[in-house]
């Protein structure tokens, strides 16, 4: 790794190896740097979020809507960590 950081449990091996467990959530920038044996180099930057697992959206499924009726169903998030932002994608 030449520039930035890993969060807290991750480690960048020599034979580029990520591996773990990170401690903390948040997104980590950093940029990795590759040398091969004659001495010549690549570079990339990458950007890793680690979130608190478990976070799923409750109901599952919506119930079907009808045309010319008015429709409405609140969702859920559960776990995770709270507040919670809601955007369609």
Do not use: N, W
């Not at 930035?4 to 960048?12: E, K």
């Not at 020599?14 to 590759?34: D, E, I, K």
């Not at 979020?49 to 409750?58: A, D, E, K, M, N």
């Amino acid at each position: 790794m030449t520039a930035g950081a890993l969060p807290s449990g991750l480690v960048l091996s020599s034979a580029g190896v990520l591996s773990g467990t990170p401690t903390v959530t948040g997104s980590f920038t950093f940029t990795v740097t590759a040398t091969d044996a004659s001495g010549c180099s690549g570079t990339a930057t990458y950007t890793l979020s680690v979130c608190v697992s478990g976070l799923t959206l409750s109901p599952g499924t919506l119930p079907a809507a009808t045309v010319g009726t008015a429709y409405g169903q609140t969702l859920a998030a559960i776990g995770g960590a709270p507040p919670y932002a809601f955007v369609v994608t």
